[in-house]
């Protein structure tokens, strides 16, 4: 008998466990169904490269019917309610959808208006409109003083906002503005990075390069007239430009769902991904409450253990493996250079030195991840 595997999420978590699941499951013993809701699949790594005007936007998003893999049946269509008791899921179309294997990767949503004046005063590279009206407002800064930071935890990748800030940095002095703009620095914990080592590690390189930098900042408000960020820890930080990322939540539909309480982020077993007592309801990528990072690279490892547990059970077979919270995230960290960081639930990462080689793997990672990644060959 064939089973209904039914994935939720068209970003880079449901399409890859997709394709990787097609290639280890006969399509006679398996039907594979994504529903998603984005016509375009965006590459948003290249969020720190494009507001400097360092990649072409249009290279960063692939049309996201492309990236499937024959045999994969991808609808258009937006989950609105999941029923676990009764394996359904209802789209936004109308729809019905059965399954017997659900698998949810439909990541995070920015919530901007958790932040009173955020609307009016803030800009962020998190996502494709937004990194090119940054790029605008770069082009147009003549110097001042601009501040950065995430408002809060948690948020995508965890390195970018640093990663953005060098690149900010090298791209000020390119222009001769550098000495004309001092840049701040604000991050919700009591250093500039979730993990100590490698918290050293940027402080040092924020020290040579003059950033300065404000630690237990969670932000509460943006006075947009007086032009103010103010931190709930009750500090106040004015700027010229405000590069502010947006509060993250799991997609609402979760929380309306009964599968997640009002962050919408999805309680899942640490080392097997699966929700609650379903052994058949799984999430993964950005849409978990795990403590890992909230990472493409994350979702690639996951992918990798789920796919095979899936394929494995579907043939009468066992899989013993689990997921070890791998991350890896290859961050850049100066001009040409990039340090890449490795680590599980276990083992954390190493942070020793820079690396031309490691910033080539930065820069050629949408070429990597429409090649390979996202096809579920590697
Ligand atoms: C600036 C920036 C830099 C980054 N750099 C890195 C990096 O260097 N390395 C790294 O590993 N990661 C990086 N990331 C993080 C990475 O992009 C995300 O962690 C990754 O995309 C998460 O995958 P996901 O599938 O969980 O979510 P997404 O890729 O966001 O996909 C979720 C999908 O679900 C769809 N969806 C949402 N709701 C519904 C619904 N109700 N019904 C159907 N579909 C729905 C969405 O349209 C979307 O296509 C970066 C992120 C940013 C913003």
């Avoid at 800064?141 to 990748?157: A, E, L, M, R």
């Amino acid at each position: 008998m064939s089973s209904k595997i039914l994935i939720l999420g068209d970003g880079a978590s449901g399409t890859i466990m997709a394709n990787k699941l097609r290639f280890l499951i006969p399509r006679e013993d398996a039907d594979i169904t994504v529903l998603g809701n984005s016509p375009m699949h965006y590459f948003k790594p290249d969020g720190i490269h494009i507001p400097f005007g360092l990649k072409m936007p249009r290279d960063s998003v692939k049309p996201a019917k492309m990236l499937f893999n024959y045999g994969i049946n991808y609808v258009q269509d937006e989950a609105v309610k999941i029923d676990v008791n009764n394996r359904k899921v209802n789209g936004k179309s109308g729809k019905e959808y059965d399954y017997d294997y659900l698998i949810i990767g439909t990541g995070d949503r920015y919530t901007p208006e958790d932040i009173p004046g955020y609307a009016e005063s803030a800009l962020h590279f998190y996502d494709y409109n937004s990194s090119i009206k940054l790029r605008d407002a770069l082009n147009n800064f003549k110097g001042g003083k601009i501040v950065i930071g995430p408002s809060s935890i948690p948020y995508q990748c965890p390195p970018a906002p640093y990663e953005f800030t060098f690149q900010l940095d090298q791209y000020l002095r390119n222009r001769g503005i550098r000495d004309k703009t001092e840049i701040h620095y604000t991050y919700p914990l009591n250093r500039a990075f979730t993990i100590a080592n490698v918290s050293e590690f940027v402080e040092k390189y924020f020290e040579e390069k003059g950033i300065i930098l404000h630690t237990l900042f969670n932000v509460e408000s943006i006075d947009a007239k007086s032009k103010k960020v103010n931190s709930l820890e009750g500090e106040s930080v004015d700027y010229d430009l405000l590069v502010l990322i947006p509060p993250h939540r799991g997609q609402q539909f979760i929380t309306d769902s009964g599968l997640a309480g009002p962050s919408g982020f999805i309680d899942v077993d640490r080392y097997k991904l699966n929700y609650g007592n379903f052994d058949n309801v799984f999430a993964l990528g950005d849409a978990t409450n795990l403590p890992v990072s909230k990472a493409g690279a994350t979702a690639h490892f996951q992918s990798e253990y789920l796919a095979n547990r899936i394929a494995h059970e579907i043939s009468g077979d066992v899989y013993f493996e689990s997921y070890d919270g791998a991350v890896a995230c290859t961050t850049v960290t100066g001009p040409g250079e990039a340090i890449t960081l490795y680590f599980t639930y276990e083992r954390p990462p190493r942070a020793n030195f820079n690396s031309k080689m490691d910033y080539l793997l930065k820069w050629t990672s949408a070429d990597t991840y429409f090649s390979g990644m996202v096809r579920g060959i590697m």
